[in-house]
């Protein structure tokens, strides 16, 4: 009984020392668990950071290039110098910007017709009637504006330049383009995101950042057309991806290398470029064109002294939730007289008697030419209707020269009045398209 007793204690005495042992033997794990320690990487955090500042400068880029008709400036982090000439705007994102001309006045002469000899170019050697399209009054837009031949009417022609800078940084068959909407908008973003980063925020690291590139990833024409062509939803979004070679190195001497961000929109740039193009190749080919609404497009008109701007929004494309804009200025341009009839005239004379004369007036779109000596068998005042388009939707005036007949001086001398269709601009006269008008003048009767 003695030795039981014993050995049940030995047992107990035995187990005591195991549970004893093991809890030390916890503890001390715990303690080495617990024992302060140099801070991990944070990889995840600092790969989250660079990415939120790659989206901020996603938006802002596209931004500035949707407001600037495509173009983000040198001092802006772009690739384009500002040009001379511009509209400037202040925004209430942006403050003030320049927005470039991207629909500009025509210059030189277009094409070359029939009376041309095959080595004679359209508007020289004392030929300027064998251009087809014109820039320069009077023969702008072109002669006998807008009959054809047939008395059709043709609104079709030259009636400005689109420029538009290109999408892609390279051509189909990989040639590269320069200043390229693309190539702008890579290069702003790389260059805002490693302005946005602040390592300071990381002070217990040792970080070197390397150079970062940035590829704007969207789809080809070709795809949008066969969208379209299909029915598809097509485009939704851009991809900016970002290589961006940054080492982190922790106090404990620990390193690693982040590479690769990314980051998309909502913003179908593809689908919103080819559609401004569209726009714009219409405002400068046919001067009836008015800029509308095309699908999710709402398209609206800004006045800017004798130039606008026209603002294209796209429904089904957000930045901060709001729809996209794109921006394109419109440099005034002349309106184009329509071709007076004047074979009527042949069958009225004027008259004058001394030192005076008809009198020439303008009301509304009517010239008005009051003889000085009524004829019974003659129209009295004699009244030809006036008609003009401006490219730009500007309203448009007449104006004529001279006021009156100047009396008999003119006698024996061709005689004409020049008509002129003028926009709210102050240009010279030179500038405006205008036709002449020849009419016979006689003394007046004596009765």
Known sequence: MKKAQITI???????????????I????????????????????????YITSCLE????????????????????????????????????????????PFIVTPPQGNVGTSNCATPDQKCGEQGRPECCLFYSKTPHYPFTGFPYLPDGNEFYQGYYGMNELPPLYKKTPDDKPVSNSIQE????????????????????????NAGTPKASLIFAEKKQIEKFIEVQALGEKYITIELEWPVEITSPSGEKTI???FATKE?????????????????DVTDISYTPKDIDSFTVNSLKDGEN?????????????????????????????????????????????KEDSGATITIEGNKLIIKDICQDPDKPDPYIIELKATDPDENKI???????????????????????????ESTNQEEWYDYQDIPIQVALCPVR
């Open 9 to 23: 204690f030995i047992i107990i005495g035995i187990l005591i020392l195991i549970a004893f042992g093991t809890t």
């Open 266 to 282: 909502p913003v179908r740039l593809v689908t919103i470029y080819f559609t401004v193009k569209q726009i714009l190749d219409a």
């Open 56 to 99: 901020i400068a996603t938006k802002e880029g596209l931004t500035i290039l949707g407001k600037q008709g495509g173009y983000i400036y040198v001092s802006q982090g772009g690739l384009n110098n500002i040009p001379k000439f511009t509209v400037k705007y202040t925004d209430q994102e942006l403050g003030v910007i320049d927005i």
């Open 397 to 423: 005036t007449y104006e004529a020269t001279p006021k009156e007949i100047p009396g008999e001086t003119v006698l024996g001398k061709q005689v004409s009045i020049r008509v002129y269709a003028k926009d």
């Open 184 to 207: 702008n908008l890579e290069q702003y973003i790389a260059k805002r995101t490693a302005e946005c980063t602040n390592w300071e925020t990381y002070k217990d690291y040792n970080i």
């Open 258 to 260: 982040l590479t690769n």
């Open 308 to 352: 606008s701007i026209i603002i294209i929004k796209d429904a089904q494309s957000k930045i901060e939730n709001k729809p996209y804009e794109f921006w394109a200025a419109r440099k005034n341009r002349a309106p184009a007289i329509w071709q007076i009839n004047t074979e009527p005239l042949n069958e009225m004379t004027f008259h004058v």
């Open 25 to 48: 033997y916890v503890a001390s794990k715990v303690k080495k668990i617990e024992k302060p320690k140099t801070p991990q990487l944070q990889t995840q955090t600092i790969q989250d």
